[in-house]
């Protein structure tokens, strides 16, 4: 078993995002171990892509920013390599299948295994493609977190019953990025999702706040913020690390205030 | 994972916020195209408002110039709005109307299918977003001002390199963003299923009359027949019916930009390698880590880093081949048609006519070669003369 159950044990969980390589590969090293200091539970780490179609302005942006820094798959497993000397936090990718099929799926899932990456996020992975996939990263024992969506219904039986990991429950229609109001209907996807599995379900897309944070983890498991965290990296550049635990701190104390 | 492949390719590779509106779409298609009703409403569409059928055309000094094959051209570009993007438009907007859609969205790289699709919405009652890479938007600046004319919101996309490959992200990425009132009326062979499926059935219309003006005019089949390939809907529309006809070549013509040898190109079957992108398995231009290349054609419509997936099939098992046409071969064609036939076609449809001035003197006069001259060349008129470096004010 990898490391993914641990973020859920204590609590909710926080689990904060960043685009690997944004705007270096040390500086992402800087700024997840301060999200684990303060306070975040499981860290995912964005592999860049050229088209990333389920991002908004914000993530699209980090992930061109980063690709120009030079940041390559390889140098990201380095990165997770360079991280457990130091942590042992779950830390899962999130990417696009591109940049998976084209590694290879066994030797991508493997270099997870022997980095110590526990799990991957792959928003254009549905539920009916992922057999392929599940089946090299279940070799080396890297969990698929599944999404489901507003949209998803009926579909939400089969993607909980299936799920390993955690569950992603996207919080609105369209794509990530911050938002004022989130008017989905979670109470009862996420009622649906208990009926059908007993993996912790987080819900992420367009949380900003420590008020939002707050209402969320009353219904959810988790909480994921991405955008966020991101736009801190595209703001103050090398010198996020301060403003990232700040904020980091902040939506943590907020997820476990009674 | 067995829907809508081909061979090794195809797939619904898409964000689970799209699936149950993708698989609604299948639904309705495979209940319409058996409907009479809906048959008959999309035969009157085309016939009496696109114009269908289109001509086949003899082009008899072309063939006296170059001394071989005869050689014919089915006319797409003399459609309504100017190529063959019409047909595969006027069936997916009857299509939302079935199913109870107010509002379509696509992409567009020259602006042939997003004026095609402004003018299926405006007909059809239908509230229509058009996204285009800036850069083309630059390009074609006419087609934009034609989609406005036409009723519809054109977004200039900025993201990326701003190209068509652009414009898909950011119509998928407004698709989720609204999906209950919205069709995606996706312009080419691909993206996840059942697009490539959908989009091939309203274009294989080409084939089918031209198999039967072919046989009308030449008693037999033809030797082989060409278009241009960028994501492949003009060239699969003319393959279609020919596929099992094993003695008829099929030939795909892509955008070898300056040289497929170069890095300004938009070859996919020369240069790709497979992929998963844009909702399907198929042949894209990327670099070792799964990257998508920029790609560069001096043809806005051919500027796409991969190719439907029914193309790359057929690839795969050797039924089509794929050739590379540079920039200044399809604008020596471009020239050489308007002076020879006094035909001015789009500069994506000058690819397969370049590639054909190459073929047709190695084959015998007693063969006959269709070339799908899939648009008109009104809108590249400022391009080509800009690449001639004639100053021309409009």
Known sequence: MNRIHTAFETGKAFIGFVTGGDPSIEKSEEFILKMVEAGADLIEIGIPFSDPIAEGPVIQEANLRALAAGTTTDRLFELVSSLRQKTQVPIVFLTYLNPVFKYGYERFFGRCRDCGVDGIIIPDLPYEEKSDVAEHAGACGVDIISLIAPTSEERIR??????????????????????SEI?????????????????????????????????????ADGVIVGSAIVKLCQQYGDDAGGPIYDYVKSMKEAILEK | MNKGRYGVHGGQ????????????????????????????????LLNNYAGRPSLLYYAEKMTKDLGGAKIYLKREDLNHTGSHKINNVLGQALLAKKMGKTRVIAETGAGQ?????????????LECEIFMGKEDTDRQALNVYRMELLGAKVHPVTSGTQTLKDAVNETMREWTSRVHDTLYVLGSVMGPHPFPMIVRDFQSVISREAREQILEAEGKLPAAVVACVGGGSNAMGMFYNFIEDEDV?????????????????????????????????SYFCQDEYGQIAPVYSISAGLDYPGIGPEHAHLHDIGRAQYVPVTDEEAVDAFEYLARTEGIICAVESAHAVAHVRKLAPEMNPDESIIICLSGRGDKDVAAIARYRGVDIHE
């Open chain 1, 158 to 179: 089969r993607i909980a019953e299936n799920a390993t990991g955690f569950l992603y429950v996207v919080s609105s229609l369209g794509v990530t990025g911050i938002r």
């Open chain 1, 183 to 219: 008017k989905t209907d979670l109470d009862s996807i996420m009622k649906t999702v208990r009926q059908y599995s007993q993996v912790p379900a987080a819900v992420g897309f367009g949380i900003n706040t420590p008020k939002q944070a707050k209402t969320i983890s009353r219904i």
């Open chain 2, 13 to 44: 590779y898409i964000p689970e916020t799209l699936m149950n509106e993708i698989i609604n779409l299948e639904k309705s298609y495979e209940f319409y195209k058996n409907d009479p009703q809906f048959n008959r409403e999309l035969e009157d």
């Open chain 2, 113 to 125: 299918h997003g004026v095609a699709t402004a003018t299926a919405a405006a007909l059809l009652d």
């Open chain 2, 249 to 281: 070549r099929l030939i795909g013509c892509e955008a070898a930009g300056h040289g497929v040898n170069t890095d300004m190109n938009a070859a996919t079957i020369a240069n790709g390698a497979p992929g998963i992108f844009h909702g399907m398995k």
